[in-house]
Structures are given as C-alpha cells and as structure tokens.
C-alpha cells in the first residue's frame, strides 16, 4: 500500500517497512496509509486514506469521528511510553522543588554564593510531602510506583475528588489525556486551589490547564512548575522565561533511544497488520 510518514522515527524496526517516503502532509490522491505524530490530518486532503498510524499515545488532534465515518482506521502507541513520562515526570519535581536547575544557572554564572548558611537555595523536602496525581492510568500509576520510592505520600482522582487533591497537594502532576472532558480541566479556578508553595507538574498536555491562569499563578510567585507540555507548541508563552521557579523541557516526556524506538516498533506492526488485512496491534479506532 502507499505509505506517506511525516518523519522518519528512530529505531530498527522502521527498516521493516521497506522504503517509505517521508515528507510532508499535502493534498494527495494516492495515499492509503499515514505515519504521523499527533499531527491534524485533513481528510479531504487524502481521499484514498485507509490508516492513520499515529506514533504518539496521544491522539487528540486527530478527529477520531471523522475518521470513524470515513472508514479510516487508527492506531496509537501506549504502554511503552509509561516508564519514560514517568522518569521525566520525577525529574521536573526533583528539579523545582530542588531547586536543581536555578543552582546549575547559578553555577555556570560563577555565581556559587560560599557559605551554606547563606545559601539561597533551600528547596523544599521531596520526602512526606503529597502528590496528587490527575489520571491515574497506565502513566500515572507508574508515577505513584516511583513516588513511593521517594517516600512521597501520594494521593489520586478517582480515590481522591479532584478539588480535595487540588487542596491537599504539595505536589500535581498531571496525567489525562487531552480530550473534550479534560480539556481546561485544571482551570483558573482550580489553580487557585492548590496551596501556596506548591508546585504543578504536566507532562500529559498543555490544553489540560488554562495556560493563562497557571502563567498568572506563576508570575504570582504563589506556585512552582515544571512543565514540559504547552498550549501551542513550540511557544511557550514569554512571560514564563524569566520565571526561575518555573523548569521548562521541550515536550521530551517519551524522548529515550528505547521508548522512541519501541514506538516505532508498534506503528510497524499496526501497519504490516493492516496491510496483510489483520486487526490493528493497538487500535484507536
Ligand atoms: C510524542 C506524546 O513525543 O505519545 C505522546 O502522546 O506526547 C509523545 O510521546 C509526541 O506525541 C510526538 O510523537
């Protein structure tokens, strides 16, 4: 079948498809199946369409209905990002609530201030504080496991209503995926429940939080963030520069040479299945 791929993911297993043309989403009458990540397709645009491989466990700015109507299938890739969002997940809380990216600014600016007892860099202990984590599925599980490694005492929605954990948390992290229920679901409102000195976490989707609000709480000084994540991506909204409690990473949640290339692995067979007429590995719709 005729495959076009908007990029060309990392791992052997791509190799498998033989020699796939990489390259942009344009009009085009002769495409039957697209590898994409997470990227709108207009369906208009691919009237021979019969697969959308999404290399991404995130589908949201792909139109599944209209997919459904069309009689495009679409496949995802969960389960073997878990482990890497939930590293990174850690390492964004570590380094706020450390403080370990302002020392490492401070450092490289000769700025090592000596003297413990006039260090300006007391963060706050990771031990006995509480986590909320907002959507506890595959992802935020594997965040909970990792927190109690951390001794992290760790609260979540479903067991927790969501405006108690907003209120009792020292730490959110957030872990939905982006869909018409959760979007701005962490609103202006509920910001403004999280206590003062805490610190908000998304590794899930920007759209998750009114980013407004949460740049307002932040510029506050009243919270903490770290954020890989945003609304429009690649922007990051300006004012979030200069904020030195805040630590920001260019959405690389998943981005480890073994999970990237275990996503590869999983668009592969869903295409190779779809070829040979089998059902999708992991179906979206
Ligand atoms: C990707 C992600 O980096 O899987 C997801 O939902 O957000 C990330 O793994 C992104 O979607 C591009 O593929």
Not at 56 to 62: A, K, L, N, T
């Given at each position: 079948m005729n495959v076009l791929a908007t990029l060309r993911p990392p791992g052997d297993a791509w190799e498998e498809l033989g020699d796939i043309e990489v390259g942009q989403l344009a009009p085009r009458d002769d495409v039957e199946i697209l590898i994409v990540a997470n990227e709108p397709v207009d369906l208009d645009w691919f009237p021979a369409l019969r697969l959308i491989a999404n290399f991404?466990?995130?589908?949201?700015?792909?139109d599944i209905e209209a997919c459904r109507r069309r009689g495009v299938a679409v496949s995802n890739t969960p389960g073997v990002l878990d482990a890497a969002v939930a590293d990174l997940t850690m390492g964004l809380l570590l380094a706020v609530r450390r403080r370990i990216v302002e020392g490492d600014a401070a450092v490289r600016r000769g700025r090592w201030e000596q003297g413990w007892s006039e260090s300006p860099f007391l963060g706050r202990e990771i031990g006995g504080s509480v986590l909320g984590i907002v959507g506890y599925g595959r992802i935020g599980k594997a965040v909970a496991r990792r927190a109690a490694g951390f001794d992290l005492e760790v609260i979540y929605t479903r067991e927790t209503p969501l405006e108690e954990l907003l209120a009792r948390a020292d730490i959110v992290s957030v872990h939905t995926p982006l869909n018409a229920e959760t979007t701005g679901l962490i609103s202006r409102e509920r910001l403004a429940l999280l206590r003062d000195g805490s610190t908000l976490i998304n590794t899930a989707r920007g759209a998750v939080v009114d980013e407004d609000a949460l740049v307002d709480e932040l510029e506050s000084g009243r919270i903490s963030a770290g954020l890989d994540v945003f609304v429009h991506e690649p922007h990051v909204p300006e004012r979030l520069y200069g904020l030195p409690s805040v630590v920001l990473t260019p959405h690389i949640a998943s981005a480890t040479h073994e999970t990237r290339a275990a996503m590869t692995r999983i668009v592969v067979d869903n295409v190779l299945a779809f070829e040979r007429g089998e059902p999708l590995v992991t179906p979206v719709a």
């Open positions: 991404s466990v995130g589908y949201d700015r792909i």
